[in-house]
């Protein structure tokens, strides 16, 4: 760090650090960028690292999770954040007329596994986690009940009463077939509120069209539900409105039909899945208790987590590793033993367990939107990165040329990642961003 200050460069790296937005992990580029003439080949405009603090330019390294780069994760959450309020407001090239379209935020939920510690809170007041005066005993010895009240960071929370009857098998192949049951889902509910409006699923889609934007949740548990909105529109989408028979009403019917219609079977184990019963379908208004603004923040704030909550890692495991010495909870170790040992069932080779066991056996994305119900994240950066060049442009940092006359040849070489730890302390304090311990970090581990 102190070297890193006596650099007569620091000032320029200063600046890299500025413009990566405190980038905890930014990501090392060594090339040029020359600019020619197309008329007469003359050379026009030379960028070279060469001449950058250490021979390298740095960039953004744009990861969603908040645990690696809580700077790049933040971009991200607003960048879902803004894609999920134009579904319901409008902007973004979204008419504003769509607020008027029925709407529903629904949360589709895993079912048991066992029994689980829980914070139960009614009336403002902390209950007991599961209080039985008649409590049975399990077959390994453990009384199936727990008095206590949780506090909401309670290590135990989502751990099982008896984890050597808790059904880990169950749950990792519950996460790694919810993507299917999703998909499963949006199309019953489509042929469901087809029928309810007495119509076939073709002839339903000359009316009206089902948008949805949905994010994955992990619970302490260490399995995912998922939070959706879903939005009726007209045949050509968000531009024109639905017909007067389509309303919301009609839609919550469809959505607890679906949920509890739909399964998914992994036939080698003759394993049969379904959603829990715990359903949760709730009207998005515009000034009431569920506003648009609270969907939106609700659901971008879990667009950038994943399994960490369970107290797993946030790296790829490999097959060698010695489960016993990872750093994580007994919970998350039993969650990734059954997943290494599934993933050695090759009627299982379709779920790759293995490659996704430091996510519990979830392989899938983690927010997703129909083509038709918002802007996309590509258009987002896309603004931003048009909105950052103009402003170059403005300042004088970027020539500018016409586009039509001038040959842009690029060269670029990736030279690595990462900051070091006395870097990563100047970073902080340069862009204020939060510091986590460094010794933990993906690039120490590395």
């Not at 504003?96 to 139960?120: I, M, W, Y």
């Not at 983690?366 to 060049?389: D, I, N």
């Not at 060269?411 to 510091?435: K, N």
Request: some cysteine; proline content about 6%.
């Amino acid at each position: 760090m102190i070297s890193r200050l006596h650099d007569p460069n620091y000032d320029r790296w200063a600046c890299q650090i500025k413009r990566t937005g405190g980038c905890r992990q930014p990501i090392h580029l060594r090339g040029k960028v020359e600019h020619y003439d197309q008329a007469t080949g003359q050379l026009l405009h030379r960028y070279s690292t060469n001449l950058e603090p250490d021979g390298v330019l740095r960039v953004p390294c744009k990861t969603r999770r908040a645990s690696r780069c809580p700077a790049c994760a933040e971009v991200y959450r607003a960048d879902t954040y803004q894609l999920v309020r134009a579904g319901l407001v409008g902007g973004k090239g979204v008419p504003e007329t769509v607020s008027a379209h029925p709407c529903l935020f629904v949360t589709l939920t895993a079912p048991s596994f066992g029994a689980v510690h829980v914070r139960r809170e009614r009336n403002g007041k902390v209950l007991p986690c599961h209080a039985r005066r008649d409590a049975e005993t399990c077959p390994h010895g453990q009384v199936m009940s727990c008095t206590d009240r949780h506090s909401a960071d309670d290590p135990r929370l989502g751990e099982p009463l008896c984890p050597d009857c808790y059904d880990y098998d169950g749950s990792v192949l519950f996460n790694a077939i919810s993507p299917e049951l999703w998909r499963r889902f949006t199309l019953a509910l489509r042929r469901r509120f087809a029928r309810l409006n007495g119509l076939t699923v073709k002839a339903l889609r000359e009316h009206v069209s089902i948008a949805f934007a949905k994010v994955a949740e992990y619970q302490r548990r260490g399995i995912v539900h998922f939070h959706a909105v879903i939005r009726l529109d007209g045949p050509d989408g968000p531009d024109s409105p639905p017909p007067a028979w389509a309303t919301v009403d009609a839609l919550a019917q469809a959505v607890q039909h679906a949920a509890a219609a739909v399964t998914a079977e992994i036939k080698p184990l003759a394993r049969t899945f379904r959603w829990g019963t715990q359903l949760d379908v709730r009207r998005i208004t515009m000034n009431g208790d569920l506003t648009e603004q609270a969907v939106a923040a609700y659901i971008a704030k879990y667009a950038t987590k994943a399994a960490e909550c369970v107290g797993t890692l946030d790296r790829r495991i490999q097959p060698l590793d010695n489960l016993d010495a990872l750093p994580v909870r007994d919970h998350a170790r039993r969650l990734i033993a059954a997943c290494m040992r599934l993933g050695k069932n090759s009627g299982l080779a379709d779920l790759r367990l293995i490659h996704w066991a430091h996510m519990l056996g979830f392989r899938g994305h983690f927010s997703t939107k129909s083509r038709r119900y918002s802007t996309t994240l590509g258009a987002l950066r896309a603004a931003r990165e048009e909105h950052v060049r103009a402003e170059e442009i403005i300042t004088g940092r970027l020539p500018l040329f016409d586009e039509d006359t001038v040959l842009v040849v690029a060269h670029w070489q990736y030279a690595g990642q990462g900051l070091s730890v006395g870097d990563q302390l100047l970073a902080a304090a340069i862009t204020g961003t939060p510091l986590a311990d460094p010794l933990r970090s993906e690039a120490a581990h590395e």
